[in-house]
């Protein structure tokens, strides 16, 4: 429990930033060989599956590209509205990154929602959703204006007086959890699980919703306790 009043420092929050998303795709590759002879298994280890995979990969090759490009830009923006324009001062502390989390979640099931159904968006998203099949590598698969949404859903977390190190994390854990959901190897988990979590069972559902009026739901982390599909 110390970690939830324990003071961490800017660097330390990047720093855990880094490790855990360098490990994170560590496992999520070797999730994906897993997945790869479960299909090699059944035979549907093709090459029309290879070819889609690599096609994953490379649009993340990119979107690293382009982050490297654009990602100090990112950052500033968050820092300068954090240093300017916040309401109040967070402490850099295990509470804090919680709370950010859930409304980092939040933020991004406003965000999700609006990449559905607004054209610009969906203009973007829809190379995530082009993908026949349905596996790790899919969560890879970003478009090229995949970076620039976040921005304006989640900065009124800086607003509230998130640092920004804390925002960067809290987004990288709802998008890393978001990773674990593209399988078909994994099938429903227990009934309260399934209730309070996003789940495989969940996404395979919402990734087969592709024209935006049909979008009606856009679950994250968590299943929203609500139905804000009709606000």
Same mark, same amino acid.
């Not at 159904?117 to 349905?134: D, K, L």
């Given at each position: 429990?110390? !970690?939830?009043? @324990?003071? !961490?420092?800017?660097?330390?929050?990047?720093?855990? @930033?880094?490790?855990?998303?360098?490990?994170?795709?560590?496992?999520?590759?070797?999730?994906?060989?897993?997945?790869?002879?479960? #299909?090699?298994?059944?035979?549907? !280890?093709?090459?029309?599956?290879?070819?889609?995979? +690599?096609?994953?990969?490379?649009?993340?090759?990119?979107?690293?590209?382009?982050?490297?490009?654009?990602?100090?830009?990112?950052?500033?923006?968050?820092?300068?509205?954090?240093?300017?324009?916040?309401?109040?001062?967070?402490?850099?502390?295990?509470?804090?990154? +919680?709370?950010?989390?859930?409304?980092?979640?939040?933020? #991004?099931?406003? @965000?999700?929602?609006?990449?559905?159904?607004?054209?610009?968006?969906?203009?973007?998203?829809?190379?995530?959703?082009?993908?026949?099949?349905?596996?790790?590598?899919?969560? #890879?698969?970003?478009?090229?204006?995949?970076?620039?949404?976040?921005?304006?859903?989640?900065?009124?977390?800086?607003?509230?007086?998130?640092?920004?190190?804390?925002?960067?994390?809290?987004?990288?854990?709802?998008?890393?959890?978001?990773?674990?959901?593209?399988? @078909?190897?994994?099938?429903?988990?227990?009934?309260?699980?399934?209730?309070?979590?996003?789940?495989? $069972?969940?996404?395979?559902?919402?990734?087969?919703?592709?024209?935006?009026?049909?979008?009606? $739901? $856009?679950? $994250?982390?968590?299943?929203?306790?609500?139905?804000?599909?009709? +606000?």
């Amino acid at each position: 429990m110390d !970690f939830l009043t @324990e003071i !961490f420092s800017p660097n330390q929050i990047w720093g855990f @930033e880094v490790w855990m998303n360098d490990w994170f795709f560590v496992l999520a590759i070797g999730f994906f060989i897993v997945e790869c002879l479960r #299909y090699a298994v059944k035979k549907e !280890f093709t090459r029309n599956f290879l070819g889609d995979s +690599i096609a994953n990969f490379a649009t993340l090759g990119l979107f690293i590209i382009i982050l490297a490009i654009v990602g100090a830009a990112y950052a500033g923006v968050f820092l300068y509205i954090y240093e300017n324009f916040r309401v109040t001062d967070l402490p850099l502390s295990g509470w804090t990154i +919680i709370c950010c989390i859930v409304l980092a979640d939040l933020a #991004y099931y406003w @965000e999700h929602r609006f990449l559905h159904m607004n054209g610009f968006g969906w203009a973007t998203h829809t190379v995530h959703h082009s993908s026949p099949h349905f596996n790790i590598s899919v969560a #890879y698969r970003h478009g090229p204006m995949d970076w620039f949404f976040p921005l304006f859903f989640h900065l009124p977390l800086a607003i509230l007086g998130f640092h920004p190190f804390i925002i960067f994390l809290a987004e990288i854990i709802v998008q890393l959890f978001q990773t674990l959901l593209h399988t @078909e190897a994994v099938k429903k988990l227990p009934r309260p699980i399934e209730a309070i979590f996003n789940t495989p $069972s969940h996404h395979r559902v919402r990734n087969t919703m592709m024209p935006i009026a049909q979008y009606h $739901s $856009s679950r $994250s982390l968590f299943c929203l306790p609500v139905d804000l599909s009709k +606000i």
